[in-house]
């Protein structure tokens, strides 16, 4: 499993809020924390979307299987979903050029977004910690606990 070293804020590539915006912050219907990546709302595959592509760049870096799927019809419909289920969450994307617009990408739960946000080298303040009832944490100990979870495969 890939390792990277610790996010300091002066190596940091911007913030929590640089991919998930306070807006697009919700409690999702079964009661998990769940944020919509910045700019998801792309009319083709979720991967487009430059933040899209790098949180699923950096899951199937670590061993974190990503499923994809789509459809398209002949009048020109298409559809298409990503998913990943990880730590106490998971990305779900879907996307697509069909009626009703474009959806998005969303990852539910804290720590699979600390994982994200840690993961991509960008600086989570200890409020969000707070705010979100967990300790801080690093991004070496969520691949740890990452680790535990999903023995390697033979």
Known sequence: MKQHA?????TAKGTFATIFPSS???T???GRLCWRIRGSGVSQRPERAHWTGAVVTLLES??????RAGSSSFGG???YRVSARFLDGELSAETGNYIGG?????VYGARAALFIALGLELRVGKALFTKLGLAPTTFASLCEELA???PPQP
Do not use: E, L, M
């Open 102 to 106: 474009s959806r998005g990408a969303f």
């Open 62 to 67: 670590h061993g974190i299987v990503v499923d």
């Open 28 to 30: 999702a219907s079964d």
């Open 24 to 26: 697009s912050f919700r």
């Open 77 to 79: 419909a298409d559809s």
């Open 6 to 10: 610790p996010v300091s804020a002066s």
């Open 148 to 150: 535990k979870a999903s």
